[in-house]
Every structure is written in C-alpha cells, then in structure tokens.
Nanobody
Framework: QVQLVESGGGLVQAGGSLRLSCAAS????????MGWYRQAPGKQRELVAT???????NYADSVKGRFTISRDNAKNTVYLQMNDLKPEDTAVYYC??????????WGQGTQVTVSS
C-alpha cells in the first residue's frame, strides 16, 4: 500500500506564489513518474506537470514558465513551485505516482484558490 500526503495549498492573490509538496510512503519499490494534476469545478482532471525518475519534466502549456516541478528521490517527495498564479489556476491539485509496474496512486487533493 502506498500513501501520498500533500501539503501547501491555500488562498493567494493573483500574482502570488505557492509551493505544493507530496510525500510518498509505504510499499514503494519502483517509483517511475511523479506529478501533479488539477481539477477545477465542472471540469475534468488535467495534467499540470510530471517528472520521471531521471529528472525529465513535462508541463501543461498553461503553466509553462510559471510552475516548476522538482523531485527528491531520497525522500520520495515531489514539489510544485507555482509562481505568478492566476485565477484560472484555482483548482484542487492532486499528487500522482506511477510505478514501473504500472500501478497508479493518487493523493487526497489540496485546494489552491487564487483571488483576482
């Protein structure tokens, strides 16, 4: 069993910054990709950013240049630094972990609200 614990969400004004963290624990044998997804009210869950075990990153076009994903393999933790936040970034942000065995795990979600 794998647990993902997220932290760092909150309320911020437009133009502000937040940093999300997600720590994985439990029976982790082979983490491949860690990442962040988000879901706004009435919308489908969408990819925000991912980072694989080699450090390669992938970003949604809407966050490129503003968000930075990073990973501490020793701590099984992934971070999302979010700068220049916009009201359209308001959503529940979910941590995601995929193993080499193709198992997928989700965190409980953390609310990010950006006021205009």
């Amino acid at each position: 069993q794998v647990q993902l614990v997220e932290s760092g969400g909150g309320l911020v004004q437009a133009g502000g910054s937040l940093r999300l963290s997600c720590a994985a624990s439990g029976s982790i044998f082979s983490i491949n990709v860690m990442g962040w997804y988000r879901q706004a009210p009435g919308k489908q869950r969408e990819l925000v950013a991912t980072v694989n075990s080699g450090g390669s990153t992938n970003y949604a076009d809407s966050v490129k240049g503003r968000f930075t994903i990073s990973r501490d393999n020793a701590k099984n933790t992934v971070y999302l630094q979010m700068n220049d936040l916009k009201p359209e970034d308001t959503a529940v942000y979910y941590c995601n972990l995929k193993t080499l065995l193709q198992d997928t795990y989700w965190g409980q979600g953390t609310q990010v609200t950006v006021s205009s």
